[in-house]
């Protein structure tokens, strides 16, 4: 079999994925392609690499000209990479914690970003990578594919939730392929997604409204009834509240919350000004990310 496609002649025994950092080693050569191919960088542009195991994307980036900072945890691995790149001043390796790096691993200014999020932390990690988004020029990550369908579902669509809002109000992203479990080893038992993340808000403003992120998280609480029934969970609505809604928002209020655009959260936020209620609760993506 060719190294450029199908799996690397890799054993189990040799990967030892670990449950405790929610390893799954892709081993598909033929989707690492696709992956690096996925990166619009030019020769000599960094890309940092989260999680970058074994080296498979790594290798690729470098033969097309990138500068790769690779970002592991696993100690086992930064050796194996270590060892494998020694020689490549193309490659610097960085052991670290993603979400708890010191200064000298952050991203450097115009790098783009890519890499496999490990399972059960894709909601932080995608919060950090916003967080970045002013050193980043973009991003092509590897999560559930369900996940993918709830960050970009649109009005309507039953995929759409509170994590739906959240990252349209901060990005747009694009499906790249489709990545079956065996391509991994340990296989997972869902189907990855790989998207292309473009810092450009698909809904502007959104992000900057006082009290949003509270109200929409409220109003996907229960996602099968409609708006006013789950906004009558608040406590902190008052009676001038709900006189204020029904005057400006009334249209609104039969709906259930995926079929609300963005927009239509602006609306009910402006109307209820609760920011000073319930302090500046900024996240409203708390979706399991994993796979």
Same mark, same amino acid.
């Given at each position: 079999?060719?190294?450029?496609?199908?799996?690397?002649?890799?054993?189990?025994?040799?990967?030892?994925?670990?449950?405790?950092?929610?390893?799954?080693?892709?081993?598909?050569? *033929?989707?690492?392609?696709?992956? /690096?191919?996925?990166?619009?960088? +030019? &020769? %000599? $542009?960094?890309?940092?690499?989260?999680? =970058?195991?074994?080296?498979?994307?790594?290798?690729?980036?470098?033969?097309?000209?990138?500068?790769?900072?690779?970002?592991?945890?696993?100690?086992?691995?930064?050796?194996?990479?270590?060892?494998?790149?020694?020689?490549?001043?193309?490659?610097?390796?960085?052991?670290?914690?993603?979400?708890?790096?010191?200064?000298?691993?952050?991203?450097?200014?115009?790098?783009?970003?890519?890499?496999?999020?490990?399972?059960?932390?894709?909601?932080?990690?995608?919060?950090?990578?916003?967080?970045?988004?002013?050193?980043?020029?973009?991003?092509?990550? *590897?999560?559930?594919?369900?996940? /993918?369908?709830?960050?970009?579902? +649109? &009005? %309507? $669509?039953?995929?759409?939730?509170?994590? =739906?809002?959240?990252?349209?109000?901060?990005?747009?992203?694009?499906?790249?392929?489709?990545?079956?479990?065996?391509?991994?080893?340990?296989?997972?038992?869902?189907?990855?997604?790989?998207?292309?993340?473009?810092?450009?808000?698909?809904?502007?403003?959104?992000?900057?409204?006082?009290?949003?992120?509270?109200?929409?998280?409220?109003?996907?609480?229960?996602?099968?009834?409609?708006?006013?029934?789950?906004?009558?969970?608040?406590?902190?609505?008052?009676?001038?509240?709900?006189?204020?809604?029904?005057?400006?928002?009334?249209?609104?209020?039969?709906?259930?919350?995926?079929?609300?655009?963005?927009?239509?959260?602006?609306?009910?936020?402006?109307?209820?000004?609760?920011?000073?209620?319930?302090?500046?609760?900024?996240?409203?993506?708390?979706?399991?990310?994993?796979?």
């Amino acid at each position: 079999m060719s190294r450029r496609s199908g799996k690397p002649p890799i054993s189990k025994e040799k990967l030892r994925a670990r449950k405790s950092l929610s390893q799954n080693f892709l081993v598909d050569l *033929t989707i690492a392609d696709q992956i /690096v191919a996925a990166v619009p960088f +030019k &020769p %000599g $542009d960094v890309v940092y690499e989260i999680g =970058s195991g074994k080296g498979f994307i790594t290798e690729r980036l470098v033969q097309r000209g990138a500068v790769v900072w690779a970002a592991e945890k696993d100690r086992r691995m930064v050796g194996m990479l270590r060892k494998k790149f020694n020689r490549d001043p193309n490659v610097t390796i960085h052991h670290v914690d993603i979400l708890d790096l010191p200064p000298q691993s952050e991203p450097p200014e115009g790098a783009w970003l890519v890499g496999n999020l490990p399972f059960g932390i894709g909601t932080p990690i995608l919060q950090w990578l916003f967080d970045h988004r002013d050193v980043l020029r973009g991003a092509v990550v *590897t999560l559930q594919r369900e996940v /993918v369908n709830r960050l970009l579902a +649109k &009005p %309507g $669509d039953s995929e759409r939730s509170a994590l =739906s809002v959240w990252f349209q109000a901060r990005g747009t992203g694009e499906r790249i392929v489709n990545i079956p479990p065996k391509a991994f080893i340990p296989p997972p038992r869902v189907t990855s997604t790989v998207m292309r993340i473009a810092f450009k808000p698909e809904t502007p403003g959104v992000e900057g409204v006082p009290g949003i992120e509270y109200i929409v998280r409220s109003a996907f609480a229960q996602k099968r009834k409609v708006l006013a029934n789950n906004l009558r969970l608040l406590t902190h609505l008052s009676a001038d509240d709900w006189a204020r809604l029904h005057e400006e928002c009334d249209d609104l209020l039969r709906r259930r919350a995926e079929e609300l655009h963005a927009n239509d959260f602006v609306r009910l936020a402006k109307v209820l000004r609760l920011a000073d209620r319930v302090g500046d609760d900024r996240d409203i993506g708390h979706d399991d990310t994993g796979r």
